[in-house]
């Protein structure tokens, strides 16, 4: 039987699936889908049909994102 100690965190995915990273991004599959097929969030086949994101390629999409400068106040 194994136990979880109190210092030990669970530990993260490595795979995301779509809706998965569609939670994170906070926008729908579609939006995922078409970042999949434009090449800008690379993916993984897992079997035959299972499309998964890698965690580290999902944290460098995020990281390359633009800032959007401050809006000026009217």
Do not use: N
Not at 38 to 46: A, H, N
Not at 53 to 71: F, V
């Amino acid at each position: 039987m194994s136990t979880l100690h109190v210092d030990e965190a669970p530990r993260a995915r490595m795979l995301l699936s779509v809706a998965d990273v569609a939670a994170e991004l906070g926008c729908g599959r579609d939006t995922v889908y078409g970042l999949l097929a434009s090449g800008l969030l690379p993916s993984v086949l897992v079997g035959e049909r299972l499309r998964r994101i890698r965690l580290p390629d999902l944290e460098q999409y995020i990281a390359g994102l633009p800032t959007s400068p401050p809006s000026p106040r009217s």
